[in-house]
Nanobody, 116 residues
């Protein structure tokens, strides 16, 4: 099993920046891709960004050019640098790790609120 702990969520003004972190522990050698989802009130959880163990990244169209996902050399911590934040970015952000053979593991989430 892998445990994921997110941090960095906060209240920020329109146009501001935040950096989210997600630290993995446990059976870290089972981790492949890592990434971030988010869920706003009354909406479904949506994919924000992913990064493979080889460093390949994917971004949702809504965050391209504003968010950057990265991973440390040990590949146990994933970051999400969020710039030019908008009110529609307000959500609980969840870290996930795709593991073998246990499947996707999730953190508990961190709240990001963007005020206008």
């Amino acid at each position: 099993q892998v445990q994921l702990v997110e941090s960095g969520g906060d209240l920020v003004q329109l146009g501001g920046s935040l950096r989210l972190s997600c630290a993995a522990s446990g059976n870290i050698f089972s981790i492949n891709d890592m990434g971030w989802y988010r869920q706003a009130p009354g909406k479904e959880r949506e994919l924000v960004a992913t990064i493979s163990s080889g460093g390949r990244t994917y971004y949702a169209d809504s965050v391209k050019g504003r968010f950057t996902i990265s991973r440390d050399n040990a590949k146990t911590t994933v970051y999400l640098q969020m710039n030019t934040l908008r009110p529609e970015d307000t959500a609980v952000y969840y870290c996930y790790a795709a593991t073998w053979p246990s499947g996707d593991q999730w953190g508990r989430g961190t709240q990001v609120t963007v005020s206008s």
